[in-house]
């Protein structure tokens, strides 16, 4: 990264043209390699067919640089990494959706405008987090109820999954609900931290006393989302719950009494429930029922095998030989057709996101900022790795949403609102930063 | 905070890094062989748009090649039913067997690795997979079909120097082109002619074990060739009463002459000096009881645990029945081994990969040996088969101006008429064939499969000698 954020703040604006100057390129970037994909995939595999996706990506694209300037205008002086970042992985998913359902871009690039539309309402309504505190409760409430009212009218796609029909479309709540709960638990957590983390004896009854409300929400979405069989999501939610335990009240004994309640709770879902009990079977051996309940792992094997290192190509391979490629299964069909070079690649974009993103958090400006940063680290970290472990059989599979590469219109607009508040946070740490530079008695 | 904000992005970057291992794992390193696995649909549909390479034998005498592209892409096979247990089929609808499935990444040429053929497909031209060049000698197969006839069995000839197979024939077969048209029929044919006798049947050796429970015995050292022993019509063991073969009886014998003539009662107290631990680890040590290294698919057949043997249990498998089960393959291997020195060669059938411009890829010339028993006493053992071919039960085996060794059976079972056994090698002194023969419910090993062995091995001898004389 050519141009740090802390070291291009200064005191004074630049002029517009030398602000997030990296962010440009990299974006632009980003942009170009996306439409060669598109239009690769185009004539390689539909030239007979309407050129409309391809427009349609590359004008959802071009939004990312309707964003830049937009944060070039507002002086934002945040991560100039991020963004690219999540433009890439939007245009590595957008050329896989194409190239596996032609049918779905154009709605997948009107998903990522959205997702791009949502992140500057954020920015402009939302930036500052100090709602978080005010409204934690008013966030837990709102999750608790769409939870609760997935699981009274939902309706299941894809195996597990329960979606929302609201009128022509169908909404996974599940991603919103994810923002909402970190929301609280950041909100609840810093004003409790203070109680909690005072030297002096602990006493366990306070101190679940103090907790209880946290807890209480947790469990109560855990307890629902174990109604709906959406296992990913669960072990999503915990995770975070815990991680943002750990960074606001470095608790460890918490921690691990967690860890071993989510291991007790894992074996009680096991020997309940004949859906966990399949979804593990199916995972130490697919080849035990290798036509029915383990055809799409094993699927996922045979693409990530037959990739090997250089990939078969874009549109050369048969990842359509996979139930939900375009959703679940999206990262081995980018290792049968991009190879392990390609699966590496998004790996690694992954990894740098999340490397900034902690970054943010560690140099954020006061405590709920990094918390909520942590937070959202945690929940893009855990859901990637949930992901693309189980649909390569790393771990067992639950379906959840590949963070900007899947298909889906829920999960961009909370994806991309998560970018715009780690923007907020990235830019307040940058000038916290460069304040504290400027008065030399500061440390 | 600021550290536990790191210790979290720490721990996930963990995470991610245990992916990326998990990923080179599966794609680079296990990736290839789990691509190849039959399950992978892949390869049938890679098929479609592959001309399939040719299978061809030893001489490069083709044996099996398709015409047409496409879906519309024919296999064919010149032959006939004579490979078809070897070759296999290659059919859309029930998949494939044999070599044709052993080999299918080979004969698919897959994976296509070379660039400029990958650009040269995307141009439109389609792909050749490799010949696989076979150790099978079309003379003696066809041979050994031509001597079997029109009978339920099977033929397996052997090159015991290297293992390399010779000929595979189980009958009856079927016509491995016409197995989409057929299937009803094969797959409901009591003769079950889609099933590989030679490498997968399992039936009782009668006396062709001898050869197994001779060597145990001279390798105990407790035994000898020329020791005494009775040969009684019939003969008590633990209250039960064991025959001769149509009550022959011979008086006091030598155990070479009880070899030579196969007498059950001899052998039965031979068995008893030696003890079940020593035949038992003799017939393992001829790879009994075991399925076979080998290109397709094989058989354990079943040697009983010696504790598990009483008096009576030691008795039959000492004259080759009781539990006893093997496979043709297994007894052509014994033969074979005793003929090699006692150092058998592991059979193996895919000799070479070619280029479809003839080009050698990748070749085969031995997979292994195992040393079942020492020099000299594969050369004791020899001499008495060559004694059953010269004077004893295998006559009709001779052929003129060449040492036979061999050992007949004839093994009792439970689905009616004996099985007729005959196993060989030859010349005896420096063997370059060696052989078995079974038919099933054939009746007496000496009269109905010795002299098929005599055919197939004049034929075999011919054939390498004249192998042996070309540049």
């Not at chain 2, 245990?18 to 680079?28: D, G, T």
């Not at chain 2, 390479?53 to 398709?66: E, M």
């Not at chain 2, 000929?167 to 009856?172: D, I, K, N, T």
């Amino acid at each position: 990264m050519a141009v740090s954020p802390t070291a291009s703040a200064a005191p004074a604006p630049l002029p517009w043209v030398a602000r997030r100057t990296a962010e440009r390129g990299l974006v632009a970037a980003a942009g170009v390699l996306g439409a060669l994909g598109l239009v690769a995939v185009h004539t390689a595999m539909y030239p007979a067919e309407s050129w409309d996706p391809v427009v349609a990506g590359a004008v959802a694209l071009a939004g990312f640089l309707v964003v830049h300037a937009a944060l070039v205008i507002a002086d934002n002086r945040g991560d100039e990494v991020l963004l690219p970042v999540a433009a890439a992985l939007s245009a590595v998913g957008l050329v896989m959706i194409y190239r596996l359902r032609p049918d779905y871009a154009v709605r997948q690039a009107a998903w990522i405008s959205l997702g791009l539309t949502s992140l500057l309402i954020a920015l402009g309504t939302l930036a500052d987090l100090r709602w978080v505190r005010r409204y934690a409760y008013l966030c837990a409430l709102t999750g608790i109820a769409l939870l609760v009212l997935t699981v009274l009218v939902g309706v299941e796609r894809n195996g597990a999954r329960q979606w929302l029909v609201v009128g022509a479309f169908t909404l996974e709540p599940g991603e919103i609900v994810k923002l909402l709960l970190v929301a609280f638990f950041a909100g609840v957590l810093v004003e409790t931290r203070p109680l909690l983390t005072l030297p002096g004896p602990r006493r366990w009854r306070a101190d679940l006393g103090r907790l209880g409300p946290v807890l209480l929400v947790c469990l109560g979405s855990l307890l629902l989302l174990v109604f709906q069989r959406d296992l990913g999501l669960a072990m999503l939610y915990y995770g975070v719950f815990l991680a943002m335990l750990y960074v606001a009240l470095g608790r460890l004994d918490y921690v691990l009494g967690g860890l071993v309640a989510f291991g007790a709770g894992a074996t009680l879902c096991y020997h309940l429930f004949a859906h966990v009990r399949v979804r593990v079977d199916v995972w130490l051996n697919p080849w035990a029922d290798a036509a029915g309940r383990g055809y799409q792992i094993l699927q996922g094997l045979f693409a990530l095998a037959s990739g090997g290192l250089t990939g078969a190509g874009l549109g050369l391979g048969h990842p359509e030989l996979m139930p939900a490629s375009y959703t679940d299964m999206i990262f081995p069909a980018i290792g049968e057709e991009l190879g392990a070079i390609g699966t590496f690649m998004v790996v690694a974009l992954y990894l740098l996101f999340l490397g900034r993103v902690f970054r943010a958090a560690v140099q954020a400006d006061g405590s709920l900022d990094r918390l909520v940063g942590a937070g959202l680290g945690a929940a893009f970290g855990i859901q990637t790795f949930v992901i693309l472990g189980g649909s390569t059989r790393l771990i067992p599979l639950t379906g959840i949403p590949a963070p900007f590469l899947t298909y889906g219109g829920s999960a961009a607009v909370s994806n991309f609102i998560a970018v715009a508040l780690l923007l907020a946070i990235s830019d307040r740490g940058a000038r916290a930063a460069a304040d504290g530079r400027d008065a030399p008695t500061h440390p | 905070m600021l550290r536990r904000t790191r210790n979290v992005g720490r721990l996930l970057a963990g995470l991610f890094a245990v992916l990326l291992a998990y990923l080179a794992f599966v794609q680079v390193i296990w990736g290839p062989q789990l691509a190849a696995s039959p399950q992978n649909p892949r390869l049938a549909l890679a098929a479609e748009r592959i001309h399939w390479g040719r299978i061809l034998d030893r001489r490069l005498t083709v044996l099996a090649d398709s015409v047409g592209t496409g879906p519309l892409q024919v296999r064919r096979y010149p032959q006939g039913a004579a490979f078809a247990h070897v070759l296999g089929y290659r059919s859309r609808r029930y998949g494939l067997t044999g070599i044709e499935r052993r080999e299918d990444l080979a004969l698919l040429g897959l994976p296509i690795t070379d660039p400029w053929e990958v650009l040269q497909e995307a141009f439109g031209r389609t792909p050749e997979g490799n010949d696989v060049v076979l150790t099978l000698d079309a003379g003696i197969q066809q041979a050994a079909v031509r001597a079997l006839g029109n009978v339920r069995g099977a033929v397996v000839v052997l090159d015991p120097r290297t293992g390399a197979v010779l000929a595979l024939v189980s009958r009856p077969g079927f016509d491995p082109s016409a197995v989409d048209a057929q299937w009803a029929v094969l797959s409901r044919d009591a003769s079950a002619p889609l099933y590989d006798r030679a490498t997968q049947g399992q039936y009782p050796p009668g006396s062709s074990f001898k050869t197994v429970t001779l060597t145990a015995a001279l390798g105990s050292g407790r035994v000898h060739l020329a020791d005494p022993v009775r040969c009684p019509e019939a003969i008590d063991v633990g209250g039960a009463l064991i025959h001769n073969f149509e009550h022959e009886q011979l008086g006091q014998i030598s155990v070479l002459q009880a070899f030579v003539a196969s007498c059950n009662t001899a052998f039965v107290q031979i068995g008893q000096r030696t003890g079940a631990q020593a035949v038992a680890a003799a017939a393992r040590a001829f790879g009994l009881g075991q399925p076979v290294p080998f290109d397709l698919p094989t058989s354990s057949g079943y040697v009983p645990p010696p504790r598990d043997l009483g008096a009576r249990g030691l008795a039959q498998i000492a004259f080759g029945q009781g539990s006893l089960l093997v496979t043709p393959l297994q007894m052509a291997l014994v033969a074979a081994a005793v003929g090699n020195g006692g150092t058998m060669m592991t059979p193996f059938l895919v000799s070479q990969i070619r280029a479809p411009d003839g080009r050698i890829r990748q070749t085969f010339t031995q997979r292994g040996s195992r040393n079942v028993m020492a020099a000299s006493l594969a050369g004791e053992v020899a001499q008495a088969m060559v004694q059953v071919v010269q004077s004893g039960t295998g006559t009709a085996a001779q052929l003129p101006g060449v040492l036979v060794a061999g050992k007949t059976g004839t093994a009792e079972n439970p689905h009616g008429n004996t099985h007729a056994w005959f196993i060989a090698f030859a010349p005896a002194d420096r063997p370059v064939v060696a052989l078995s023969v079974i038919v099933e419910n054939g009746g007496v090993g000496g009269q109905v499969a010795a002299p098929i062995a005599r055919q197939v091995l004049a034929a075999a001898l011919q054939i390498q000698s004249a192998a042996a004389g070309r540049p």
